[in-house]
């Protein structure tokens, strides 16, 4: 499966990544080459494997519902760049 | 062209829970901003979730409920979108493998049509945190703040199938959903609190058509008259668009209550591509009879079921029936009144009747009841044993309410009681009769509706305290001047 500029560049902007206009053919054959080696694995026969959510073979561990954590507000807003009673502040979201 | 309306919802209701889904913080509601939000809720780098087994017996008890089966393997995965109250840049929910499949609940509409619903599915996702878009000058304007206390709260999204057919059903179908979570006390339903959110997928097509058409989706709409408003907004918009040949356009929209509209949303550019996949970070999630039987084993009768036995046992209609089980309380209530009175029709007239329009006027659910159920039941007592006609009864009712006093307090306090003596009645019709000899003669010559103008007399004179029965009996007789 081949991936063209355009695809490139919406995959940036999902993950929000700035991409260079001039770099996006490269992005493009190399992203491409994985979807090659995808494909490859996609053309083994899978039927009667059940899909693996997780390499361990484990199930999930449950822990009882309690409060365990305490207010750490002051600590944690130390590395924010900016706040205001208490609120972490970014730049404004249009809705 | 005559449209058919196709309606599905997805509800977010929170679980009611002490600590989060995925962290030790703790839910409750209204505390300092920030003050709950914990390094797993802010997305720090190196922690990792840790499932609230709260959380999933709730989610348990919900699939129970709805007759669903229980998922013995689900999977939790990682919703992509970028949004500053989601910090990790996902939000960990189940999308291929949820926890409860496919089950049904049954809807009783005004006109007592009973209506099953389908429900596709119900998952375990976290909640994300709230955006405050105001001023914050200390800033020099131009920000927004966030609030990280809800993110990681319990959410149970459960998405139902395309059954309804008009928003009398949807709104009757939420109101399932609401009943249902508060009678299995898996959440507290708050809608003011955002705790029971509805979204809406609307469409419309020609009648006969099997194929749907296209839909639109109403988001977070927190309140049952906003359901129905909406909704109704959205099926003039869109036969509006079809009737000029128009098409709908796939897209999600805001009700705005104070225009009673719905808006186009700005569209989160490509936000629908949410690159599902599990996540890493938890196992699948495994539960086996024993989980099951334990979070479900103490479930109380469920609303349908006791429905159905009220309808049976005690011959009440399915709307009366679905009245007195809208909630939990409620049917307490009325089982402890016909277990004092053994009368339930009477029982269910005057908690579907005077006590509904009571709560209703002072804004109050059945909790709040200014008039218990001993207190109900004494009233009822009392016009069993003919101490006072139902009539009195409702005035007597109306003072218990404004006093919270018993019944007996205030039929002696008001000197309510029925007048049975009959000599005391016939003593009060004898003057009556004696004072009206015009209209003794138009009724003895054949004008028999006289015969309302004498007992009106009676009553004006008892105060409406006359037993009607022995009124009327004797009054006919002594009318025919025996």
């Known amino acids: 499966m081949a991936l063209d500029k355009t695809d490139v560049a919406k995959i940036a902007h999902l993950a929000r990544l700035a991409v260079d206009d001039d770099a996006l053919d490269h992005y493009a054959s190399e992203l491409s080459s994985i979807l090659d080696l995808v494909a490859q694995m996609n053309a083994a026969d899978t039927s009667g494997v059940e899909p693996m959510a997780h390499p361990l073979h484990m199930a999930q561990r449950l822990r009882p519902d309690r409060v365990t954590e305490s207010n750490q507000r002051e600590h944690f807003q130390q590395i924010a760049p900016a706040t205001e009673g208490g609120l972490y502040l970014v730049p404004k979201v249009i809705e | ?482």
């Open chain 2, 1 to 482: 062209m005559q449209w058919e309306t196709v309606i599905g919802l997805e509800i977010h209701t929170q679980l009611a829970t002490e600590s989060k889904i995925f962290s030790g913080a703790a839910t409750a509601f209204g505390a300092e901003p920030n003050t709950q939000a914990c390094a797993v809720d802010l997305g720090l780098p190196g922690v990792l979730p840790v499932l609230n087994q709260g959380a999933v017996q709730r989610a348990v008890r919900f699939g129970r409920a709805i007759g669903a089966e229980i998922a013995p393997r689900s999977v939790f995965a990682r919703k992509n979108y970028f949004y500053p109250d989601l910090p990790k840049g996902y939000q960990i929910s189940q999308f291929e493998l949820p926890v409860v499949g496919r089950g049904q609940v049954e809807i009783v509409l005004d006109d007592g049509r009973v209506k099953v619903i389908g429900v596709t599915r119900a998952h375990l996702e976290e909640d994300a945190g709230k955006s405050l878009h105001e001023d914050f000058p200390g800033s020099g304007g131009g920000m927004t703040g966030i609030d990280l206390n809800r993110a990681g709260t319990p959410l149970l999204e459960i998405v139902s199938e395309p059954d309804m057919r008009s928003p009398e059903e949807a709104v009757a179908y939420a109101r399932k959903i609401h009943q249902l979570v508060r009678w299995i006390g898996i959440s507290d339903g708050n809608m003011q609190e955002g705790s029971f959110r509805v979204d809406a997928n609307i469409s419309l097509r020609p009648k006969g058509q099997q194929a749907f058409g296209t839909r639109a989706e109403i988001k977070n709409i927190n309140s049952f008259r906003f359901l129905q408003k909406a909704l109704e907004f959205e099926i003039e918009r869109q036969t509006d668009i079809l009737e000029d040949g128009g098409t709908v356009v796939q897209e999600t929209r805001l009700y705005d209550a104070s225009k009673d509209e719905t808006r186009s949303m700005r569209s989160k550019e490509e936000a629908n591509d949410y690159r599902y996949f599990p996540d890493p970070d938890l196992l699948p999630l495994e539960l086996d009879d024993a989980f099951i039987d334990d979070a479900t084993h103490d479930l109380p009768e469920l609303p349908d079921a006791m429905r159905h036995r009220f309808a049976a046992q005690y011959g009440l209609s399915d709307y009366d029936a679905s009245l007195l089980t809208a909630s939990l309380a409620m049917a307490h209530y009325f089982e402890a009144v016909v277990d004092r009175c053994g009368d339930a029709k009477l029982a269910a007239n005057w908690i579907n009747g005077a006590l509904a329009a009571a709560l209703n006027k002072d804004d109050r659910d059945i909790a709040g009841s200014q008039v218990s159920a001993a207190q109900l039941a004494g009233l009822i007592a009392r016009i069993q044993d003919d101490t006072i006609s139902g009539k009195i009864a409702k005035q007597v009712f109306d003072a218990m309410w404004a006093e919270g006093a018993d019944a007996d307090t205030v039929i002696e306090a008001r000197g309510l009681k029925q007048i049975t003596d009959s000599g005391a009645i016939e003593a009060m019709i004898d003057g009556i009769i004696a004072a009206n000899p015009g209209q003794l003669a138009q009724y003895r010559a054949g004008k028999e509706k006289l015969f309302g103008f004498f007992v009106g007399q009676v009553m004006k004179q008892s105060q409406g305290k006359a037993n009607p029965q022995q009124v009327n009996a004797i009054l006919k007789a002594k009318l025919a001047g025996e």
